[in-house]
């Protein structure tokens, strides 16, 4: 069971550079989150998608665009990169049928922009 | 709108000590409650979790927690303390309507001292 399916692990950037992080779940989730983690502020939802179809904005959505490509699927896209998007980037879904239940993380992207 | 604070950024305690990590809500409705653990280099892990029912909630590797709605607490408490548990713990506020968004703290670095 392979769960939540992030790409690349690892990636460097120039500045100025785009680059889009691919995120896919085989759980059959209605939710999809995309998180930064930087040290000391813990993880700050960037943006995410309640359900297919749908995208919102999250704490900190200036400098990205997501996709919610299908219900499988959802994209983190940087248009210009900057050193200050240098972050460890990570994907998250979760299933809202019946009680409130948790989220399923992919293991991370980390992204360095020089 | 839904927060959630944690106090402590650091935490040492000795191997075979009694733990607590604290944290702290806003929500305006029940929430749902999660705690994750990170160890270093990799995602995250679910300890446990609250919706509803019983306020002292059990999780994985001995720890468990308890929701308190007049102090908008949800503290996670181990008795023994190991030195495997070393690792960043997370609190996480989840909304059940709104959007189902997912908001974490800044979370709490836990040291433990052999």
């Known amino acids: 069971n392979a769960g939540v399916t992030q790409t690349p692990k690892f990636q460097v950037l120039k500045t100025g550079q785009s680059m889009t992080l691919q995120c896919a779940q085989d759980?059959?989730?209605?939710?999809m989150y995309w998180y930064r983690q930087d040290p000391g502020m813990g993880l700050r939802l960037i943006y995410y998608?309640?359900?297919?179809?749908?995208?919102d904005k999250g704490e900190v959505p200036n400098g990205y665009n997501v996709s919610r490509l299908n219900k499988r699927e959802f994209s983190l896209r940087l248009e210009s990169a900057a050193p200050s998007q240098t972050s460890v980037y990570f994907c998250?879904?979760?299933?809202?049928?019946?009680?409130?239940?948790?989220?399923?993380f992919g293991q991370g992207t980390r992204l360095t922009v020089v | 709108a839904q927060s959630v604070t944690q106090p402590d950024i650091h935490i040492t305690v000795s191997e075979g000590a009694s733990l607590e990590l604290r944290c702290n809500y806003s929500?305006?409705?029940?929430?749902?409650l999660f705690w994750y653990v990170q160890s270093p280099g990799q995602g995250l892990q679910l300890l446990l979790k609250?919706?509803?029912?019983?306020?002292l909630v059990q999780g994985i590797k001995g720890f468990e927690a308890e929701f308190k709605r007049s102090q908008s607490s949800f503290n996670l408490r181990k008795p023994s303390v190991h030195w495997s548990d070393a690792a960043e713990y997370f609190c996480?506020?989840?909304?059940?309507?709104?959007?189902?968004?997912?908001?974490f703290g800044t979370g709490t670095q836990l040291k433990v001292e052999l």
């Open positions: 609250y919706f509803s029912g019983d306020t």
């Open positions: 998608s309640a359900s297919e179809g749908t995208t």
């Open positions: 998250a879904s979760r299933s809202l049928t019946g009680s409130g239940t948790e989220a399923f």
């Open positions: 996480a506020v989840g909304a059940s309507g709104g959007g189902n968004k997912l908001t």
């Open positions: 759980m059959n989730h209605n939710s």
């Open positions: 929500y305006g409705a029940t929430p749902y």
